[in-house]
């Protein structure tokens, strides 16, 4: 068994559109998501235990914000339209609840946002940890901004990529415990239970549980660098029978779909996970193409059923249209890449 680290931090996180090129587009001019890896149409063979037992083909989208954190997995159903909740999501629902983006400055950051979305945005506010503040894409979906340490290129962006997740769960407990299998040594930032205002979306006087998971970067790994720290948000309701978010629905309809890390042995997080009692439920055992990317994935289940993708990356491109990548797999360890040669990702940045 390996003992160096299994994950080096979030990939990225899915989100369930039904229009790939306008959601990206809202992603890219507000949010700074402008760095496509592979943007590609295809079947999805190896999800059918989420997708009814049927192969069903999609679009899908991995682009990155290059200041630092984790991309976007942007992804629609094509053999069908992806269906939305046929509820409200209230904070506490079982699945991923918000996107945590992170900023190197919270004043700036909700200025552009005010700036340039049309979409609702929550007061700047204090929160368990810090000012941030709450918002909504044009989908409906509940993002959270914070600011951050953890930088590879900041300058000139007013916001940066992914650093975490809201996540609902029934069971605190059980599902801390599954998180720190997973990541290794998580730092816990806080634990609170009590009733919070800062929290949109909730219904007033419930009381819940909120704990905040951190692992911080380490320099280790490919791309630990530009993904920065981790940090994963769980929200137990305490006060009523919490809906999933997914129930009746497949893989890949609207909402937040997945939560995906940077895998650094595969192998090793198999064993694992499933001597824990989860399974991989998808494994493509073998390096999978996307567009000019390939790489190994996986999936398994949070102790709620929220989808856990894994990703093992063995090569990205940096211009496609010259047939330029960079081969992981040819690397004989698991230092972080140069500066410069993360940067080379930036040449297919998208303007508007």
Known sequence: MNNNPLIAGIQQIGIGVQNVPEAWSWYRKVLGFDVPVFDEKANAPLMTPYTGGVVQSRQAALVLNMAGGGGLEIWSFTSRVSQPASFKMELGDLGINAIRFKAPDIQKAYAHIKSTSKEPVGPLQKLPEGEGFWGHDPYGNIYQITQDDSWFQPKGKAI?????????????????????????????????????????????????????????????GAFSRLLGHTHIELLQALDRSPKKLFENRFWGDCGYIHL??????????????????????????????????????????????TLIELVETHKVPILKKVGWFMDIQKRKHQKPLPDWMIKTMGFSRVKD
């Open 160 to 220: 940066g990529g992914v650093a975490g997740a809201v996540v609902g769960v029934s069971d605190m407990d059980k599902s801390i415990a599954f998180y720190e299998d997973l990541l290794g040594s998580l730092e816990t930032v806080y634990d609170h239970t009590g009733v919070f205002d800062d929290l949109p979306t909730t219904i007033a006087g419930q009381r819940y549980r909120r704990v905040l998971l951190r692992k911080k970067h380490t320099p280790y």
């Open 260 to 305: 995906c890390f940077d895998a650094l042995d595969m192998d090793s997080l198999k064993i694992q996970m499933q001597g824990k009692g989860f399974p991989f439920t998808v494994d493509s055992e073998s390096s999978f193409g996307m567009e000019a990317a390939a790489g190994r994935f996986a999936y398994l289940e949070d102790p709620d059923g």
